[in-house]
Nanobody, 127 residues
Framework: QVQLVESGGGLVQTGGSLRLSCEASGLTFSTHAMGWFRQAPGKEREFVGRISWSGGNKDYADSVKGRFTISRENAKNTVYLQMNSLKPEDTAVYYC????????????????????WGQGTQVTVSS
């Protein structure tokens, strides 16, 4: 079955950096766009970013643009989220997700567009 396993979360101070990884199995990774979402306590899950199957197209939420970078290594079935200049408001559980379809921009931002999800990894940014 399909498995997405996130890693790399942890506790970091404001202004610090973390790199999250998500390793996929049970699917043809190179044919799936990959997304990152996050969910803070008491809040809805929100879009962070997305990378196309080839890595040639990337979308970011305005709140992370210029600070976060998504990349992927199809040979390793892995997608990454490099997070720099972290802020306390970035504190959340971060999830990766896989989408086998090409989509217009509005759909790419929606959680319901993604078929497969990881279990999440906690990121905590202290002030």
């Amino acid at each position: 079955q399909v498995q997405l396993v996130e890693s790399g979360g942890g506790l970091v101070q404001t202004g610090g950096s973390l790199r999250l990884s998500c390793e996929a199995s049970g699917l043809t990774f190179s044919t799936h766009a990959m997304g990152w979402f996050r969910q803070a306590p008491g809040k809805e899950r929100e879009f962070v970013g997305r990378i196309s199957w080839s890595g040639g197209n990337k979308d970011y939420a305005d709140s992370v643009k210029g600070r976060f970078t998504i990349s992927r290594e199809n040979a390793k079935n892995t997608v990454y989220l490099q997070m720099n200049s972290l802020k306390p408001e970035d504190t959340a559980v971060y999830y990766c997700a896989a989408d086998p379809h090409q989509r217009v921009l509005a759909e790419r931002l929606l959680a319901r567009s993604y078929d497969y999800w990881g279990q999440g990894t906690q990121v905590t940014v202290s002030s």
